[in-house]
């Protein structure tokens, strides 16, 4: 297929993500979790039960394949200039710096950015952009498997008497609601960049994100050089055994998360076990999700049902800022404070709502525009004159 067909997928991909994060974000109340007073035994049932449907879907997810797909772009920007005899790299580190100051101003709406994130982590790409194809994957591999966590497993088998705290960034959530429930934007916004950014890096940290983001990082950049985006027999049969093996991988993996504190007492073994088990299990559904999408995109059909969220994906950062502007306005103290009133239920039917409006935005834009507002400055920003570049 071509190359055009091949980019339709990722950013119809790319846009399902994003609207699967914002509906979790609504959820959240864009990472305040507050549960309204007097609600009915019903509305509460009616709640949980939305609210564990969708962090099962896409808690997790989501984000795994927007990382996945940020190091597939990568790889595509860099094989685009190495075409032109250009070498990405410099530029890509410029365009991450570019990412952290967008990264920046989402975090001022919304604490739970990720963009800040990933440019921070994106250098990690750097180093290895000139690897072999054997070796970008067995260091992939070995950040899957969490080092860190293992050593940590270790540590308690050596010393199970081990007394473990409660995790550091959930002291700084418990802080949130001092400038997030405020009339004040502008306590709001110093919370959120200061207190906010502290718990959001901490947290990264304690859930394995670290080692899991930059790993889907260098496996979207093999998916690149590997071209298993493009529409082939060949790429529609490792799609198949991809869901196939990820499917009966993830039935065990989420037994074992749900279950380790139950099979395990000790909480310096269990503990870390849980954080290496949730990660593989979130990867494993993540692949469900990826292989699945991309082999129904390929069907007439559902073609042109998930091609809706092309348009989406075209301008996801735009999308995704634009997100958290209007969810902090709807939800925070600030704005309409609805967090006081909205269960999951309620968060969801806005979030739905949202999200159409969004669509309808982007088609209507990607149709006058080649780029997205946002992604406009960025790519104007990041192949500006550098010296004698």
């Not at 409660?166 to 200061?194: Q, R």
């Not at 699945?292 to 989406?312: D, E, K, M």
């Not at 735009?318 to 309620?346: D, E």
Request: hydrophobic share 50%.
């Amino acid at each position: 297929m071509s190359e055009s067909k091949r980019l339709q997928v990722v950013d119809a991909l790319r846009g399902f993500a994003i609207v699967s994060i914002m509906l979790l974000h609504n959820i959240e109340h864009f990472d305040f979790y507050f549960k309204p007073e007097s609600l009915s035994a019903w509305m509460i049932s009616l709640d949980k039960g939305i609210w564990d449907t969708l962090f099962f879907l896409f808690g997790g997810k989501s984000y795994a394949i927007f990382a996945l797909l940020f190091g597939l772009t990568f790889f595509i920007q860099s094989d685009n200039q190495e075409k032109k005899g250009r070498d990405f790299r410099g530029r890509f580190a410029w365009r991450l710096l570019l990412l952290l100051g967008f990264g920046l101003l989402n975090s001022a709406f919304y604490e739970g950015d990720i963009l800040t994130i990933y440019a921070i982590l994106g250098f990690a790409l750097i180093p290895v952009a000139r690897f072999s194809n054997k070796t970008v994957f067995w260091i992939a591999i070995v950040l899957m498997l969490q080092p860190f966590e293992w050593f940590n497993v270790i540590n308690g088998f050596q010393h199970p008497e081990l007394k473990m705290n409660d995790p550091a960034s959930w002291a700084y959530f418990g802080k949130a609601g001092e400038y997030i429930t405020g009339n004040s934007i502008v306590n709001t916004w110093i919370g959120n960049l200061t207190n906010g950014k502290i718990a959001v890096i901490l947290w990264t940290w304690e859930a394995g994100r670290v080692f899991q983001t930059i790993s889907l990082f260098m496996l979207g950049m093999l998916a690149g050089r590997k071209s298993l985006f493009n529409a082939s027999n060949e790429n529609k049969t490792f799609w198949t055994k991809t869901l196939i093996f990820a499917a009966l991988a993830f039935i065990p993996l989420f037994v074992s998360k749900n279950n380790i504190s139950n099979w395990i007492s000790i909480d310096s073994i269990n503990r870390p076990l849980e954080t290496i088990v949730s990660s593989w299990s979130n990867v494993a559904f993540m692949l469900v999700l990826v292989s699945g999408f991309v082999l129904l995109f390929q069907t007439n059909t559902a073609h042109r049902i998930l091609n809706v969220f092309s348009s989406y994906g075209k301008m996801s950062m735009s999308n995704y800022i634009m997100q958290s502007i209007v969810g902090a306005f709807i939800y925070y103290g600030f704005g309409l404070g609805l967090y006081k009133y909205t269960g999951a239920t309620y968060c969801i039917m806005i979030g739905i709502v949202l999200a159409i409006f969004q669509g309808f935005f982007s088609h209507w834009w990607m149709k006058n525009h080649k780029q997205g507002p946002l992604e406009t400055i960025w790519h104007k920003l990041t192949w500006m004159k550098i010296g004698k570049d």
